[in-house]
């Protein structure tokens, strides 16, 4: 574990966007989601962020499906209340899973000397999980924040239904320790205000 998150350390907020309360859509008429305080935490995570004068990068998911409340002409695809892209933040849209797949986030990325990220949104198995696994093998020093995380229940081949607790909690186990150090909010505030002075951006080819 560092001791702290330096200039080259970027928060990466994954599809907070209205569309992800949706979990109908998504579970069907059995949806419901595990960690309801992941929004307030996210949300934290993005004032003290900003308060640092970090870097802050989105996704911003935009679905091809054709019932998918995650799409940017939709109302249910703008951003979360409190969740706000800012002028001068990284943010891409996507069709795919991974943040990375037809956008320009790393080089972007690459372009503002980012060397760590510390990811959290949604849903973890999904898209939270896609994009860390993807930046852990592109080199980068990825911290997931768990508990800023959120998924929905999902139903096996059997016909059993996963409680979302069980569904986040393996995606986690999964990607900690291979994939990315997993840490809390509590820990990321820490990591964030350990030296004041050093979110303060560095400056890149932007």
């Known amino acids: 574990m560092i001791s702290r998150f330096d200039a080259h350390t970027a928060l990466l907020l994954i599809d907070v966007q209205k569309g992800v309360d949706d979990l109908a859509y998504y579970a069907g008429p059995t949806g419901r989601a595990n960690n309801p305080e992941a929004k307030d935490r996210i949300r934290s995570l993005l004032t003290a962020w900003r308060g640092q004068g970090g870097r802050i990068a989105f996704t911003r998911h935009d679905s091809v499906e054709a019932q998918s409340p995650l799409k940017l002409s939709l109302e249910t695809g703008q951003q979360l209340d409190g969740m706000e892209i800012a002028p001068g933040d990284i943010s891409v849209s996507k069709s ?7 956008t320009s986030l790393e080089l972007d990325l690459r372009r503002a000397r980012i060397h760590r990220l510390v990811v959290a949104g949604f849903f973890t198995n999904v898209c939270v999980e896609t994009t ?16 800023a995380c959120s998924t929905m229940n999902r139903i096996g081949i059997d016909g059993t239904d996963y409680d979302p607790e069980v569904v986040h909690a393996l995606s986690v186990a999964s990607m900690n320790g291979e994939f990315c150090t997993a840490i809390t909010t509590e820990d990321a505030l820490a990591l964030m205000t350990a030296d004041a002075p050093h979110l303060e951006r560095v400056q890149g080819n932007e």
Do not use: I, K, W
């Open 132 to 147: 860390v696994r993807m930046a852990g093998n592109m080199g980068f020093d990825t911290y997931l924040v768990h508990d």
């Open 96 to 102: 795919a899973n991974s943040g990375f797949v037809g």
